[in-house]
């Protein structure tokens, strides 16, 4: 029975509708200890004094800890993925506000919230700068020096750098754009800002360590247990093997709960006390650990009269809070494909990320790549606009296809852009008449599609073991968080092994046993973990043939492995390990930030919405919503379509209802009551179609979709809106209130003259 | 999110609450469904050294009809009113206000009592109790009083209830025949809090308007009363150029704030085109449409 | 100290005794001193619905709740739906064949209020059930298969009762 390309249920889903599923949420050790932090109120500032006294006399609290504590234990205590520039507990100075300062420790997480309002600390404000734009200025300095990790070979040139709050600028120059727009028969510019947004993983953050005599686990709420094992090892100056990282089932990451968040923090606590200590933040604590990059996108195209694209320049200013996280890769990253999905002979690219005095930001759910492309495909919306072409039409002219070179110089392959672009325009039923609304509700639809590039390279390990009675299990790094990996496994491994996947046992993460995976994250996991489990099954399967070669049993035949193991053995004895380490090829970017091969595959996708606009009240009701991506050959279709309708309504959210709002650095509307997710109740019915493609070199054809559902919907919502009520927002998220100003801006009578 | 140390007190009659919080000398908070409270102790916004819970005082969730008003006991939860037969047929305006209230889970546990205590400004049912002339009837070990809805609300969060005192009944009066109701809202998200929110009713005889009433919310720290423009209504029919003036004073009538969801320029708009609605929709009704 | 008090709950049918500081939520309650960790916390203030558990047979906030304020009530979490321990309730197989869920952290919370919905209004319409759940929020899945789930489900449960009445008088008070 063919394994693969079915639909599925999950193999965990009766522990989840039971409610038995393991998440670190309940989980509690003897004698362990809660934390709970005290965070900073100035947005940046030196600090002057922390008093501690009160909250360490308040009976039931066993200890305070501060920055200076950790430092005995941790001479340098910083840590990051790709810059050492996060301390653990504040040192110094203070860079955003909810920066943890001190953690008050107690057996009841009552007495210990009790005993961080008692805490105090005085700070030497300092000016600080929360604008992506404005921090380019080096008036006010975030950091003094930079401080990139090595992690990552391509950010090494940055150490040392200082006088600035760029982390890191990439640029890409690719053929004559200078040249190109003066022969442009229209040159268009827009600038369009996205704001501060948040995963809101609905199990808040969450870490224990226990401190043993010779080894120091942690339980942890985290997509990347292999890089906690290293990270955390690196801090203390230990072997890898002295730290064991477990994580069960996680309630939702999308990013957020990537590379170190609560880890090193719950693990210096450890290790200081001697005790298990448990850190659960609250949802609202989350608006000030890691969050969505705020842009500013300048983009520029020149266009010929005939409607094709030949020049565009990017200009992306990324705010990347008061740490860098990861945030210097997303940068990069999505650097490549800033330009859009379409054939542009000059391009050039300048992106930077910035530090400012905001809570950091990450990944969150495609790398930046959303951001991106609210502005390319708004602006390619106008573009045809002003050239008077139909917008399908227009991106039809322009689209790239397989066998051309992508703006980074890297050939495209296997990407169905055109396919994805075409099931799109099937659904919306674009030819067909369009019903345009009538009176004050007026109706309008918007398409958009893009590009991206998966993050690369990268390393996963797979180990497989049968044992003799021929069943079999699975040990991978990854983090099963919702988006069903552990399912898709297993089928792989039934698929090559020929047993039912609902046999196979996957084991979670667990850094003692399970081998090394770079990361949960961008979409990568499939790609490269599915290729990992994929080889290693094949060498588990090879070992079987040749065992029962071993044990003499003719060639050809089908022997139950249980008969090989017992021939060979003598008895129910005895193991087969299949093993496998996948890293595909990839070739860093040249000065002109172009590679010949910068990522082994590509991801489409696209949305197209239609809208009704209240034009008295500027609401905006979605009346469909319709998705499409590239999968390569979908393993198990019924997940990957929840992949994609779950990434479509994230960004809807992004999209209408989602910003965190500052005032002089506060968040002001940290919690969930204020801070709006969409709701059941709140969403169009959606329709999310699954373009069947090849990814030659992806786990039996298949490739990543995580992320893809987010690609189109915001554009596709702002080109709707234009199509019914002839105003552009150029800002998300696009409110009620920010439409109705936008039309009453166009019709002369500004809303505040009311 | 842990609460801070109190007391508690399960009383069994409205006596013993007010005797506890009279005795907690202005200490003590009373919990009834605790959807508002609860969350305001989480975050530890509030530190009262006493709860006095009055879920489990018998008699005093009802919805009771008299001749000419609906007496509604404070434990009523917004589920029961919501579904109730009684208020659906004299105080529609009233069940269809109380789907905007949330979600289920917390219409099953919140109360009227509890909401009108609460005095959010953009909640709900304050606006329908000033909207429908409610009568508030208080206990405390001093004795009873009454207080017009009108009057009960003083600023955002701040009712005209001691901290020794406590909600018990709340009195609405029927409407007149060949009434009309209006129910008009803006919110972020279903079930959130209202931008704005306009309630109406229009009473009619003879192709002429003899009662109007509207009422606003989330435009200010109180819910309002725009008696100005009710005034304009009084003997004519409806009609669009009467609306507009209508709006204008509604418009005139309210002093919003801007904050994290709306501008006050925004919410003083949406006054006017949600009035405009809720008066259409109060006339067409008036006229016995749906 | 926090004071404290004694407490008889009935929990997914079984009493239990139990002495608790005042200030213990419900949902701490549940999860820590029952051990019921089905009942998951995300907000803690009420929005998320993730703790919903029925209160006497009504969906409630176990996060808005004092464990004390429980004395003497019957509590359903959703370790009580499945009907014993190997058969899963037809709303649970409902959510695994359709593909309710994924991370499964607001899972619980949907399931919950679901029983209470489908109790009332045994055969819904798709607006019935997004209006009905409006309440729990989840951040993975989009609600597409929730709604196709909680449909299928209110299609398998008439099938299971054969037409018994579901809906009871006691939530209504009017006199």
Request: net charge negative.
């Given at each position: 029975?063919?394994?693969?390309?079915?639909?599925?249920?999950?193999?965990?889903?009766?522990?989840?509708?039971?409610?038995?599923?393991?998440?670190?949420?309940?989980?509690?050790?003897?004698?362990?200890?809660y934390?709970?932090?005290?965070?900073?109120t100035?947005?940046h500032?030196?600090?002057?004094?922390?008093?501690?006294?009160?909250?360490?006399?308040?009976?039931?609290?066993?200890?305070?800890?501060?920055?200076?504590?950790?430092k005995?234990?941790?001479?340098?205590?910083?840590?990051?993925?790709?810059?050492h520039?996060?301390?653990?507990?504040?040192?110094?100075k203070?860079?955003?506000?909810?920066?943890?300062?001190?953690?008050?420790?107690?057996?009841d997480?009552?007495?210990?919230?009790?005993?961080?309002q008692?805490?105090?600390?005085?700070?030497?404000?300092?000016?600080?700068?929360?604008?992506?734009?404005?921090?380019?200025?080096?008036?006010?300095?975030?950091?003094?020096?930079?401080k990139?990790?090595?992690?990552?070979?391509?950010?090494?040139?940055?150490?040392?750098?200082?006088?600035?709050?760029?982390?890191?600028?990439?640029?890409?120059?690719?053929?004559?754009?200078?040249?190109?727009?003066?022969?442009?028969?229209?040159?268009?510019?827009?600038?369009?800002?996205?704001?501060?947004c948040?995963?809101?993983?609905?199990?808040?953050?969450?870490?224990?360590?226990?401190?043993?005599?010779?080894?120091?686990?942690?339980?942890?709420?985290?997509?990347?247990?292999?890089?906690?094992?290293?990270?955390?090892?690196?801090?203390?100056?230990?072997?890898?093997?002295?730290?064991?990282?477990?994580?069960?089932?996680?309630?939702?990451?999308?990013?957020?709960?990537?590379?170190?968040?609560?880890?090193?923090?719950?693990?210096?606590?450890?290790?200081?006390?001697?005790?298990?200590?448990?850190?659960?933040?609250?949802?609202?604590?989350?608006?000030?650990?890691?969050?969505?990059?705020?842009?500013?996108?300048?983009?520029?195209?020149?266009?010929?009269?005939?409607?094709?694209?030949?020049?565009?320049?990017?200009?992306?200013?990324?705010?990347?809070g008061?740490?860098?996280?990861?945030?210097?890769?997303?940068?990069?990253?999505s650097?490549?494909?800033?330009a859009?999905?379409y054939?542009?002979?000059?391009?050039?690219?300048?992106?930077?990320?910035?530090?400012?005095n905001?809570?950091?930001?990450?990944?969150?759910?495609?790398?930046?790549?959303?951001?991106?492309?609210?502005?390319?495909?708004?602006?390619?919306?106008?573009?045809?606009?002003?050239?008077?072409?139909?917008?399908?039409?227009?991106?039809?002219?322009?689209l790239?296809?397989?066998?051309?070179?992508?703006?980074?110089?890297?050939?495209?392959?296997?990407?169905?852009?055109?396919?994805?672009?075409?099931?799109?325009?099937?659904?919306?039923?674009?030819?067909?008449?369009?019903?345009?609304?009538?009176?004050?509700?007026?109706?309008g639809?918007?398409?958009?599609?893009?590009?991206?590039?998966?993050?690369?390279?990268?390393?996963?390990?797979?180990?497989?073991?049968?044992?003799?009675?021929g069943?079999?299990?699975?040990?991978?790094?990854?983090?099963?968080?919702?988006?069903?990996?552990?399912?898709?496994?297993?089928?792989?491994?039934?698929?090559?092994?020929?047993?039912?996947?609902?046999?196979?046992?996957?084991?979670?993460?667990?850094?003692d046993?399970?081998?090394?995976?770079?990361?949960?994250?961008?979409?990568?996991?499939?790609?490269?973990?599915?290729?990992?489990?994929?080889?290693?099954?094949?060498?588990?399967?090879?070992?079987?043939?040749?065992?029962?070669?071993?044990?003499?049993?003719?060639?050809?035949?089908?022997?139950?492995?249980?008969?090989?193991?017992?021939?060979?053995?003598?008895?129910?004895?005895?193991?087969?390990?299949?093993?496998?380490?996948?890293?595909?090829?990839?070739?860093?970017?040249?000065?002109?930030?172009?590679?010949?091969?910068?990522?082994?595959?590509?991801?489409?996708?696209?949305?197209?919405?239609?809208?009704?606009?209240?034009?008295?009240?500027?609401?905006?009701?979605?009346?469909?919503?319709?998705?499409?991506?590239?999968?390569?050959?979908?393993?198990?279709?019924?997940?990957?379509?929840?992949?994609?309708?779950?990434?479509?309504?994230?960004?809807?959210?992004?999209t209408?209802?989602?910003?965190?709002h500052?005032?002089g650095?506060?968040?002001?509307?940290?919690?969930?009551?204020?801070?709006?997710?969409?709701?059941?109740?709140?969403?169009?019915?959606?329709?999310?179609e699954l373009?069947?493609?090849?990814?030659?070199?992806?786990?039996?054809?298949?490739?990543g979709?995580?992320?893809?559902?987010?690609?189109?919907?915001?554009?596709?919502?702002?080109?709707?809106?234009?199509?019914?009520?002839?105003?552009?927002?150029?800002?998300?998220?696009?409110?009620?209130?920010?439409?109705?100003?936008?039309?009453?801006?166009?019709?002369?009578?500004?809303?505040?003259?009311? | 999110?842990?609460?801070?140390?109190?007391?508690?007190?399960?009383?069994?009659?409205?006596?013993?609450?007010?005797?506890?919080?009279?005795?907690?000398?202005?200490?003590?908070?009373?919990?009834?469904?605790?959807?508002?409270?609860?969350?305001?102790?989480?975050?530890?916004?509030?530190?009262p050294?006493?709860?006095?819970?009055?879920?489990?005082?018998?008699?005093?969730?009802?919805?009771?009809?008299?001749?000419?008003?609906?007496?509604?006991?404070?434990?009523?939860?917004?589920?029961?009113?919501?579904?109730?037969?009684?208020?659906?047929?004299?105080?529609?305006?009233?069940?269809?206000?109380?789907?905007?209230?949330?979600?289920?889970?917390?219409?099953?546990?919140?109360?009227?009592?509890?909401?009108?205590?609460?005095?959010?400004?953009?909640?709900?049912?304050?606006?329908?109790?000033?909207?429908?002339?409610?009568?508030?009837?208080?206990?405390?070990?001093?004795?009873?009083r009454?207080?017009?809805?009108?009057d009960?609300?003083?600023?955002?969060?701040?009712?005209?209830?001691?901290?020794?005192?406590?909600?018990?009944?709340?009195?609405?009066?029927?409407?007149?025949?060949?009434?009309?109701?209006?129910?008009?809202?803006?919110?972020?998200?279903?079930?959130?809090?209202?931008?704005?929110?306009?309630?109406?009713?229009?009473?009619?005889?003879?192709?002429?308007?003899?009662?109007?009433?509207?009422?606003?919310?989330?435009?200010?720290?109180?819910?309002?009363?725009?008696?100005a423009?009710e005034?304009?209504?009084?003997?004519?029919?409806?009609?669009?150029?009467?609306?507009?003036?209508?709006?204008?004073?509604?418009r005139?009538?309210?002093?919003?704030?801007?904050d994290?969801?709306?501008?006050?320029?925004?919410?003083?708009?949406?006054?006017?085109?949600?009035?405009?609605?809720?008066?259409?929709?109060?006339?067409?009704?008036?006229?016995?449409?749906? | 100290?926090?004071?404290?008090?004694?407490?008889?709950?009935?929990?997914?049918?079984?009493?239990?005794?139990?002495t608790?500081?005042?200030?213990?939520t419900?949902?701490?309650?549940?999860?820590?001193?029952?051990?019921?960790?089905?009942?998951?916390?995300?907000?803690?203030?009420?929005?998320?619905?993730?703790?919903?558990?029925?209160?006497?047979?009504?969906?409630?906030?176990?996060?808005?709740?004092?464990?004390?304020?429980?004395?003497?009530?019957?509590?359903?979490t959703?370790?009580?739906?499945p009907?014993?321990?190997?058969?899963?309730?037809?709303?649970?197989?409902?959510?695994?064949?359709?593909?309710?869920?994924?991370?499964?952290?607001c899972?619980?919370?949907?399931?919950?209020?679901?029983?209470?919905?489908?109790?009332?209004?045994?055969?819904?319409?798709?607006?019935?059930?997004?209006?009905?759940?409006?309440?729990?929020?989840?951040?993975?899945?989009?609600?597409?298969?929730?709604?196709?789930?909680?449909?299928?489900?209110?299609?398998?449960?008439?099938?299971?009762?054969d037409?018994r009445?579901?809906?009871?008088?006691?939530?209504?008070?009017?006199?």
């Open positions: 029975m063919n394994q693969v390309g079915r639909d599925f249920p999950r193999l965990e889903v009766r522990a989840k509708v039971t409610g038995r599923a393991e998440y670190t949420h309940h989980l509690r050790l003897p004698g362990m200890l934390g709970k932090v005290f965070r900073s100035v947005p500032g030196r600090i002057l004094h922390i008093d501690t006294e009160a909250a360490r006399k308040l009976p039931g609290v066993h200890r305070v800890i501060t920055g200076e504590d950790i005995k234990l941790i001479p340098e205590p910083y840590y990051g993925p790709a810059f520039d996060q301390p653990i507990l504040a040192l110094e203070v860079r955003h506000v909810g920066e943890p300062v001190a953690v008050v420790l107690a057996s997480p009552h007495v210990a919230e009790q005993g961080v008692l805490i105090s600390a005085e700070y030497e404000e300092l000016p600080a700068v929360y604008d992506e734009v404005q921090a380019m200025k080096p008036d006010i300095l975030v950091h003094e020096v930079l990139p990790a090595g992690t990552f070979a391509d950010l090494k040139h940055l150490k040392d750098r200082g006088g600035t709050n760029v982390a890191l600028d990439y640029h890409l120059r690719r053929g004559d754009v200078d040249g190109a727009l003066a022969k442009a028969d229209h040159v268009i510019e827009h600038t369009f800002k996205t704001q501060q948040l995963h809101v993983a609905f199990e808040p953050f969450v870490s224990v360590a226990d401190p043993g005599d010779s080894k120091l686990t942690i339980y942890t709420a985290n997509q990347s247990p292999s890089f906690v094992r290293i990270e955390i090892a690196r801090l203390f100056g230990w072997p890898e093997n002295r730290v064991r990282v477990k994580v069960p089932y996680v309630g939702g990451g999308f990013g957020g709960k990537l590379y170190i968040k609560l880890e090193a923090l719950v693990a210096a606590l450890a290790m200081l006390v001697r005790r298990p200590v448990k850190i659960a933040l609250t949802m609202e604590e989350q608006f000030y650990v890691i969050t969505k990059h705020p842009t500013t996108f300048r983009i520029k195209s020149g266009v010929t009269k005939d409607g094709r694209i030949i020049a565009r320049s990017c200009e992306v200013h990324w705010n990347g008061a740490y860098a996280d990861i945030g210097p890769r997303v940068a990069q990253k650097g490549f494909t800033a859009g999905p054939d542009i002979d000059n391009v050039s690219v300048d992106s930077y990320e910035m530090y400012t905001r809570t950091p930001a990450g990944a969150l759910r495609c790398f930046g790549i959303p951001q991106l492309v609210w502005a390319y495909e708004s602006h390619t919306d106008l573009i045809a606009r002003e050239i008077g072409m139909d917008p399908v039409e227009f991106r039809h002219k322009n790239l296809r397989n066998g051309r070179p992508q703006a980074s110089g890297t050939i495209l392959k296997d990407a169905a852009i055109p396919e994805v672009f075409q099931a799109l325009v099937k659904r919306m039923n674009w030819d067909a008449p369009f019903d345009r609304g009538a009176g004050i509700l007026r109706r639809r918007g398409i958009a599609i893009a590009l991206k590039a998966v993050i690369s390279p990268t390393t996963s390990v797979a180990v497989i073991n049968i044992s003799a009675d069943s079999i299990t699975l040990f991978t790094g990854s983090v099963d968080m919702g988006q069903g990996s552990d399912t898709a496994y297993a089928l792989i491994v039934g698929e090559v092994l020929g047993v039912p996947a609902e046999d196979v046992r996957v084991v979670h993460s667990d850094t046993v399970t081998p090394y995976d770079m990361g949960t994250l961008g979409s990568r996991s499939f790609y490269h973990m599915g290729n990992a489990v994929r080889l290693a099954a094949e060498d588990a399967r090879g070992k079987l043939r040749a065992l029962a070669t071993e044990a003499g049993l003719p060639e050809g035949t089908n022997y139950p492995p249980v008969e090989i193991f017992k021939k060979r053995y003598g008895m129910q004895a005895g193991n087969v390990i299949g093993t496998a380490t996948f890293l595909p090829t990839y070739s860093p970017p040249d000065a002109q930030g172009l590679s010949s091969n910068v990522t082994p595959f590509w991801m489409v996708g696209g949305a197209g919405a239609e809208v009704e606009v209240d034009t008295e009240t500027g609401h905006v009701r979605v009346l469909r919503l319709v998705n499409a991506a590239d999968c390569g050959k979908p393993i198990n279709p019924a997940v990957a379509r929840t992949q994609l309708s779950g990434a479509a309504i994230m960004q809807l959210g992004f209408l209802s989602e910003a965190m500052l005032d650095g506060q968040v002001t509307n940290a919690s969930l009551a204020d801070y709006k997710i969409p709701g059941m109740a709140d969403i169009p019915p959606i329709e999310c373009v069947t493609a090849e990814q030659h070199n992806g786990p039996f054809g298949a490739k979709l995580g992320e893809s559902g987010t690609f189109g919907v915001s554009p596709a919502i702002a080109n709707a809106i234009h199509d019914a009520v002839g105003v552009r927002i150029m800002e998300l998220p696009i409110t009620a209130e920010a439409v109705l100003r936008a039309l009453r801006a166009k019709e002369g009578r500004p809303l505040d003259d009311e | 999110m842990k609460p801070p140390v109190f007391d508690y007190i399960a009383a069994t009659s409205t006596d013993m609450a007010v005797a506890a919080l009279a005795a907690a000398g202005g200490e003590a908070k009373i919990i009834a469904g605790g959807q508002s409270l609860m969350p305001m102790l989480s975050f530890r916004l509030l530190r050294s006493l709860l006095v819970d009055i879920n489990r005082i018998p008699g005093l969730a009802y919805i009771e009809e008299a001749d000419t008003c609906l007496r509604i006991g404070a434990l009523t939860r917004h589920f029961q009113i919501e579904t109730s037969p009684v208020i659906a047929r004299h105080l529609p305006v009233l069940s269809a206000a109380m789907t905007h209230v949330a979600h289920l889970a917390i219409r099953n546990r919140g109360t009227i009592g509890g909401s009108l205590s609460h005095g959010d400004p953009a909640a709900e049912l304050p606006m329908i109790a000033v909207l429908l002339d409610a009568t508030l009837h208080i206990e405390s070990v001093s004795g009873q009454a207080v017009r809805a009108q009960f609300f003083l600023d955002a969060l701040t009712v005209d209830l001691d901290s020794a005192e406590v909600l018990a009944e709340i009195i609405l009066p029927k409407l007149p025949p060949n009434t009309g109701w209006g129910f008009e809202e803006i919110a972020r998200r279903h079930g959130d809090f209202a931008i704005a929110a306009v309630a109406a009713t229009l009473t009619v005889s003879d192709g002429s308007i003899r009662q109007a009433r509207i009422a606003l919310t989330g435009v200010g720290p109180t819910p309002v009363r725009a008696a423009a005034t304009l209504l009084i003997g004519h029919a409806l009609e669009n150029k009467l609306v507009e003036s209508v709006a204008r004073a509604v005139a009538a309210i002093a919003p704030e801007d994290l969801h709306a501008s006050a320029d925004y919410r003083r708009h949406l006054a006017g085109v949600l009035t405009d609605r809720a008066l259409h929709a109060a006339w067409r009704r008036a006229q016995g449409e749906p | 100290m926090s004071e404290t008090r004694t407490i008889t709950v009935i929990v997914n049918g079984k009493r239990h005794n139990a608790v500081p005042v200030r213990i419900l949902a701490d309650f549940l999860r820590h001193d029952l051990r019921l960790t089905g009942t998951h916390l995300g907000c803690e203030h009420g929005v998320c619905g993730a703790c919903t558990v029925l209160f006497d047979g009504c969906s409630a906030r176990a996060c808005l709740m004092l464990a004390v304020q429980a004395d003497g009530h019957e509590i359903m959703v370790e009580g739906i009907p014993d321990g190997k058969t899963l309730h037809p709303l649970q197989e409902a959510f695994r064949d359709n593909h309710g869920l994924q991370c499964g952290f899972t619980p919370g949907i399931l919950t209020t679901l029983i209470e919905l489908l109790r009332e209004n045994p055969d819904p319409s798709e607006e019935d059930i997004r209006i009905g759940i409006s309440g729990d929020l989840c951040r993975c899945t989009g609600y597409h298969n929730i709604v196709v789930a909680a449909l299928d489900a209110a299609k398998r449960m008439c099938q299971a009762d037409g009445p579901a809906t009871d008088d006691r939530r209504h008070n009017d006199r």
